[in-house]
């Protein structure tokens, strides 16, 4: 379930990308939607090159043990402008959210080949919720996630 970050979480950004009210859920926009579309709270004029780290003001709790979340850019962003994300395909894993020291807020950064504008309220990313599966044989964790991006080590 999507939700939106705590306000005061929000607010660390200083009102830079929007007010806590211009949060909207993430959602589906047709029945046989795969990505749950992502929606800019602010204007963003980008500029080709250059790399932009956007809170989407958003975390997310799975259902399931066995889910996780993958973040894209619209394909017809990609498409018309050469969007891409900085880390590749994001994995926001199940127990991103909520954890000792993180509470699971989803930062999207990107680039762009091309100028482009982003208005507030568009869509530029979706999340596509999957599932994964633990080999058989494995050699179990032994590590809690304690934090966010880059918390469980190398």
Known sequence: MFEKVSESEWNKFGGKYG?????????????????????STCDIDVKAGETYVIPSGIKVQFDYVSQYLTIFPRSSLGFKYGMKLS????????????????????LISFSSDKNFKIKKGDKFCQGVVMLFEVLGGEIPPTKTRTGGIGSTGK
Not at 20 to 34: G, K, Q, V, W
Not at 87 to 106: A, C, L, Q
């Open 87 to 106: 880390n590749t395909i994001p994995v926001i894993d199940n127990d991103y959210y909520g954890n000792e020291n993180n509470e699971g807020h989803i």
């Open 19 to 39: 007010d806590y009210e211009d949060i909207i859920i993430p959602r589906r926009s047709t029945t046989y939607s795969a990505g749950y579309d992502f929606f």
